[in-house]
């Protein structure tokens, strides 16, 4: 079992910045790629950005050049550094994991078998 706790979201302005965070614990060993997707009301989950635990990395085309995933694994944490916010990035955001499965980029979202709880992310215009 794997535990996922994210946490770092809140309100921010247009052109702002956030960070968020995901703490792992549990069976992390087994741990492989690591995701953030986010769910906007009334909208499907997507995907963000991806990372292996070799640190290959995978980006959403909506936040390519403004968001940027990291891992480390020593902390068991990976992070979303989020700048140049926009409206349209207003959402609830989730980490998740994949365990015993699924060690690459752009996993499909069926693949992640562990989910945080999420944590809101607004941001003003």
């Known amino acids: 079992q794997v535990q996922l706790v994210e946490s770092g979201g809140g309100l921010v302005q247009a052109g702002g910045s956030l960070r968020l965070s995901c703490a792992a614990s549990g069976s992390i060993f087994s741990i492989n790629t690591m995701g953030w997707y986010r769910q906007a009301p009334g909208k499907q989950r997507e995907l963000v950005a991806d990372?292996?635990?070799?640190?290959?990395?995978n980006y959403a085309d909506s936040v390519k050049g403004r968001f940027t995933i990291s891992r480390d694994n020593a902390k068991n944490t990976v992070y979303l550094q989020m700048n140049s916010l926009k409206p349209e990035d207003t959402a609830v955001y989730y980490c998740a994991a994949t365990v015993g499965r699924a060690a690459w980029v752009g996993v499909r979202r069926d693949d992640y078998n562990y989910w945080g709880q999420g944590t809101q992310v607004a941001v003003s215009s």
């Open positions: 990372i292996t635990s070799g640190g290959s990395t």
